[in-house]
């Protein structure tokens, strides 16, 4: 008869990698902070979209000059670029390992 081997989980840390060993021995990419300006990135880029609603005309034959606004054509582009920016320092930024 067999016997069943039941699978261990090391609770070393590598010493390649040194990342923080969660429960149940997995680690994550990111750290705390990285998540926290995801969601930050994330939040500039939809309010971004949402200020670039909108400004079109009811009736198709007459033309609206709301397009030209500040808030579509100047705010709106800063928002989402401010935002891409904030993702990319997410997702690059090393996280601090706890030893």
Same mark, same amino acid.
């Given at each position: %008869?067999?016997?069943? #081997?039941? /699978?261990?989980?090391?609770k070393?840390?590598?010493?390649?990698?040194?990342?923080? +060993?969660?429960? #149940?021995?997995?680690?994550?990419?990111?750290?705390?902070?990285?998540? @926290?300006? %995801?969601? @930050?990135g994330?939040?500039? +880029?939809?309010?971004?979209?949402v200020? %670039? @609603?909108?400004?079109?005309?009811?009736? /198709? $034959?007459?033309?609206s000059?709301?397009?030209?606004?500040?808030?579509?054509?100047?705010?709106?582009?800063?928002?989402?670029?401010?935002?891409?920016?904030?993702?990319?320092? $997410?997702? %690059?930024?090393?996280?601090?390992?706890?030893?």
């Amino acid at each position: %008869m067999k016997e069943k #081997h039941k /699978p261990t989980v090391s609770k070393t840390v590598s010493t390649k990698t040194k990342a923080p +060993i969660q429960p #149940h021995g997995l680690t994550l990419a990111f750290g705390k902070q990285n998540y @926290i300006l %995801m969601l @930050i990135g994330l939040f500039f +880029i939809f309010l971004g979209f949402v200020l %670039m @609603i909108g400004g079109g005309s009811d009736d /198709p $034959a007459v033309f609206s000059e709301k397009i030209f606004d500040f808030q579509r054509l100047t705010l709106s582009p800063i928002l989402l670029l401010t935002g891409f920016v904030i993702e990319i320092v $997410a997702i %690059m930024k090393k996280t601090k390992v706890a030893e």
